[in-house]
Nanobody, 124 residues
Framework: QLQLVESGGGLVQPGGSLRLSCAASGFTLDYHAIGWFRQAPGKEREGVSCISSTGGSTNYADSVKGRFTISRDNAKNTVYLQMNSLKPEDTAVYYC?????????????????WGKGTLVTVSS
């Protein structure tokens, strides 16, 4: 079964940190760009960060620049999103997705696989 599974979400206080993981099963991530997306209640999905297949290129939404870091470990078939200095407005369900083209990743276009998401809640 080809799937992406996110983990690492939870409840954290403002200013805290979480690391999300996106693990693939049934296929290799080696040739895929990977994106993290989020959707807050009542809002549209937004792109958070993307990383190219080699890890050589990354991009970030303005709202998370300097606070979030995306990385990948192809040997573990896993991509990570380190989230620091979390704010209440970061509260959302976070999804990862895999696609062929890094250039289309930030908009979520042509992504072949999507995970089911993990909930991040930032609250005191």
């Amino acid at each position: 079964q080809l799937q992406l599974v996110e983990s690492g979400g939870g409840l954290v206080q403002p200013g805290g940190s979480l690391r999300l993981s996106c693990a693939a099963s049934g296929f290799t991530l080696d040739y895929h760009a990977i994106g993290w997306f989020r959707q807050a209640p009542g809002k549209e999905r937004e792109g958070v960060s993307c990383i190219s297949s080699t890890g050589g290129s990354t991009n970030y939404a303005d709202s998370v620049k300097g606070r979030f870091t995306i990385s990948r470990d192809n040997a573990k078939n896993t991509v990570y999103l380190q989230m620091n200095s979390l704010k209440p407005e970061d509260t959302a369900v976070y999804y990862c997705a895999a696609g062929v083209l890094f250039s289309k990743c930030d908009k979520g276009y042509d992504m072949d696989y999507w995970g089911k998401g993990t909930l991040v809640t930032v609250s005191s």
